[in-house]
């Protein structure tokens, strides 16, 4: 159970923050919000930054990638049976989980810069750039939901389960809905939707699941060896 006090620790300490960026960055918030609506072209949050807006950004993202990591810690071992009982251990977990979304996330942002540049005008990719990252946000902001009733609440991991993958299958739709409203073009579209779904959607989420895989034998092994 101490693993879970740590767990339970950590999310006060980021709900804390979290509430004081918030409060600090409303304004910047409401922006995002109306940028997403509209999907107009306008001004990127990191055109005239500021230390708030800095601040802001990196916060809300981090928060989004550490609390995919807590949960996918969470699923994995309940899922594959894998019992962490060190201390040590379970936050080196983490701490795998939490390198591999980073690593995902950068791969995704490279391959929308290299796609970008392919098909996209500068102004687009900053108007996608901006929303995407809204919508990452907001992701991360419900991931709270799923994470907090695995913590608290062992018994609901089919709701919590079924909760995440909902708020995913969400984030994926409205972001594949967006992207394609912002960038399609008559002149390249059949072109664009099989090299978007394929280099944006298909090879990211494949990465993704060797990588779980891969690790799931290796930590299997481990216990078998132990």
Same mark, same amino acid.
């Given at each position: 159970m101490l693993i879970h006090d740590i767990l339970v620790f950590t999310l006060i300490v980021l709900l804390s923050v979290f509430a004081y960026a918030f409060h600090t960055c409303?304004? #910047?918030l409401m922006k995002m919000i109306r940028g997403l609506i509209s999907l107009k072209e306008r001004? %990127? !949050?990191f055109d005239t930054p500021t230390r708030e807006s800095?601040?802001?950004n990196v916060f809300m993202r981090f928060q989004s990638l550490f609390l995919s990591a807590i949960l996918f810690f969470l699923l994995f071992c309940r899922i594959t049976r894998i019992q962490e009982k060190d201390v040590r251990q379970a936050m080196s977990l983490v701490g795998i989980f939490l390198i591999l979304l980073i690593s995902l996330y #950068? #791969?995704?942002? !490279? #391959?929308?810069?290299?796609y970008s540049s392919?098909?996209?005008p500068k102004g687009k990719y900053k108007l996608w750039n901006t929303t995407y990252h809204t919508l990452f946000y907001f992701f991360g902001i419900f991931l709270y939901l799923p994470? !907090?009733?695995l913590i608290l609440d062992s018994k609901r991991f089919v709701i919590a389960l079924i909760l995440s993958v909902v708020l995913y299958i969400l984030f994926r739709t409205v972001t594949i809905y967006v992207k394609i409203r912002i960038f399609f073009d008559k002149n390249n579209g059949f072109l664009f939707l099989i090299t978007y779904l394929c280099a944006q959607e298909m090879i990211p989420l494949l990465f993704l699941y060797e990588s779980l895989t891969y690790l799931h %034998?290796?930590?299997g092994s481990s216990i078998l060896w132990q």
């Open positions: 409303y304004p #910047l001004q %990127n !949050l800095v601040f802001f #950068l #791969l995704k942002r !490279l #391959l929308y810069y290299l392919v098909f996209i994470v !907090l009733l %034998n290796i930590i």
